[in-house]
């Protein structure tokens, strides 16, 4: 299995194209997607807008949020809360 997966990779042309499992008998066979699964993947990739919002910064995603946060942090750095407890 190793084996074969080593010429998989030393053979293939371009790795930006997915490697597809095939199931047989029990094995796992890896091959290379048709063109028609090509331009399916492609059209799919395409579709995805999340990544985007997951590098952009909080500011820019969610202003009202970062808003939030900022006060927050700016509170707990000026003061300290003290929680009385009856364990003693």
Partial sequence: MAMAMA???RFSTSMDKPL????SAGTIVYYKSSLLDEVVYDKEKS???WPKQLNASLEEVDPEIADI???EKARQWKGL???PS???
């Fill in 7 to 9: 010429l998989l990779r």
């Fill in 20 to 23: 597809r499992p095939l199931f």
């Fill in 47 to 49: 579709r995805v807008s």
């Fill in 69 to 71: 946060i900022e006060l």
């Fill in 81 to 83: 809360e003290l929680i």
């Fill in 86 to 88: 009856k364990n003693f």
